[in-house]
């Protein structure tokens, strides 16, 4: 039996509406894929301490950088230091620029943070907070096992915190140390749940007053008169 106009027409008319869905759909997930944070912690020219450590910027949108966060992790105990001598270079510009250790980095621009054995070793680190934590290594890479570097930023079209993190073994064979990835892939800690995270390396690091407040349009940060 042959269907009527009506019914092809109604047909018709579904079958356009499940390709417009479909088509937003691929739309949006293209859109939110192209406007998604993706940051790299690479590890470059091999896999001795030596190697440097660097931070790519593989999104979008520039990301400005709160903080860097080493975790050092040894048979007795874990240190962790902020890592703040590091140098900034940009696809427009190849020179190094060491005046500002945190500040916006553009797409496709990287930091080097330094090399794996300084950042153990907190060789090229001058922060007074950390001073206590570089007594701990005694110049020596023998008892370290893991380390991994956390970074937190804030991406360009977000009011939130997001970060990356990476955590690289120390393989000791035949008297010498080895860096090695734990996984080829950095951790992207973007999702709501992950940001808990980056607020705790940042409010560490930071000690502000107030801390874990929502940020809105309306954050009050007038000084109140005493009553």
């Keep these: 039996m042959m269907l009527s106009i009506e019914k092809l027409a109604t047909i018709a008319n579904l079958m356009m509406v499940a390709i417009w869905i479909i088509y937003l759909q691929l739309f949006y997930l293209d859109y939110r894929r192209r406007n998604r944070p993706f940051l790299i912690i690479h590890h470059a020219q091999g896999n001795n301490p030596s190697s440097l450590c660097l931070f790519v910027n593989m999104s979008k949108e520039p990301v400005h950088i709160v903080c860097v966060v080493a975790n050092i992790y040894t048979s007795n105990e874990t240190i962790s230091r902020y ?3 590091y140098s900034r270079l940009t696809p427009e510009d190849t020179n190094v620029q060491t005046r500002l250790r945190e500040g916006p980095i553009q797409p496709g621009g990287y930091l080097v943070l330094g090399s794996f054995e300084n950042i153990i070793l907190g060789d090229d680190i001058n922060d007074e907070t950390n001073n206590a934590d570089e007594r701990a290594i005694n110049n020596d890479l023998t008892d370290v096992h893991e380390l991994e ?3 937190a930023v804030t991406h360009g079209p977000s009011k939130f915190n997001i970060g ?13 140390a080895l860096v090695r990835a734990f996984s080829i892939h ?3 800690l973007v999702r709501r749940s992950k ?5 705790q390396w940042i409010e560490k690091r930071l000690q502000p007053k107030n801390e874990g407040r929502t940020q809105t349009q309306q954050t009050d940060q007038s000084r109140k008169k005493p009553r």
Excluded at 164 to 176: K, S, T
Excluded at 195 to 199: A, D, L, N, Y
């Design 164 to 176: 990356a993190r990476r955590r690289f073994i120390i393989d000791h064979q035949n008297g010498e």
């Design 83 to 85: 890592v703040t001598n």
């Design 149 to 151: 570097i956390c970074v």
């Design 195 to 199: 940001r808990v995270t980056v607020r």
């Design 186 to 188: 950095t951790e992207q």
